[in-house]
Structure formats: C-alpha cells, structure tokens
C-alpha cells in the first residue's frame, strides 16, 4: 500500500512539473527575465515572381521601450516609439528593399541586428 502512495506522490508532482514547464513556455514575453529586451524575427519567402516578406518585434521586457526604431537597410527608416511590454507589431518592409538584414534599436542600449530567415522548401509546396 505504501509503495501505490509514493507512486501516486511522484506521478502528482510529474504532471504539476510539465504543468509549470507549458505554462512557462506559452508565456513568452509575460513573464519576463530582464526589464529591457527585444525580440526581432525577419522572414522572407521568395516564390517563383515574387517574395513575401514581413519583420515581427516584439518587447519581451518587462518595461516599455521607448524611441523604437527600424531599419530595414537601404535607407528605409521606420520611427515605431513606444512599445508595451508583450506588445507585438508585423511590418512590411518597403518596396525595392534589398531584404538582406534588420536593426532595430531603442533607448537602455536595444540594439539588434538580424538577417532575413528563409523557410525551407519542400517538394510539393509552393515555390518550391
């Protein structure tokens, strides 16, 4: 009988264990490790006549980012001001942009600079 306890005992604290595990990783950008954190994903995908192309930023901080700035390259320049913390935008570079890279940068010292991420293909999908 004691052993049936004990088993029941770890298994309890297993699913509370995976609980915290999901719930912290669902959570991205609610629960935050650092006052002033960004979060940049460009994506381009090129088709046979055209690419599609967008950039995310996210604030992952804990407080708001403020003099928020994008910059696609090739001169293009997109002033966003302030972010909340957990607030998300999707931009749209502009048109005739190279798509090589993008630095954002904001007040306390945010400066990052990503390339343009490609999906893979795979037979069967478009532009592929």
């Known amino acids: 009988m004691a052993v049936y306890r004990y088993l029941v005992i770890v298994a309890a ?3 509370v264990g995976i609980g915290i595990l999901i719930t912290f990783s669902l959570s991205k950008g609610t629960f935050s490790s650092q006052d002033y954190e960004i979060d940049v994903d460009p994506f381009k995908d090129p088709q046979n006549l055209f690419v599609t192309a967008r950039v995310m930023v996210q604030n992952t901080g804990g407080k708001d980012l403020t ?4 910059d696609f390259g090739a001169g293009h320049l997109l002033i966003l001001g302030t972010l909340a913390p957990g607030q998300k935008v999707i931009l749209s570079p502009p048109d005739g942009n190279p798509l090589e890279q993008v630095t954002v940068t904001a007040d306390n010292g945010i400066v990052v600079t990503k390339p343009y991420r490609i999906p893979p293909k795979m037979p069967g999908m478009m532009g592929s």
Not at 67 to 70: G, Q
Request: no cysteine; charged share 15%.
């Open 13 to 15: 604290a297993a699913i």
């Open 67 to 70: 003099n928020v700035k994008v």
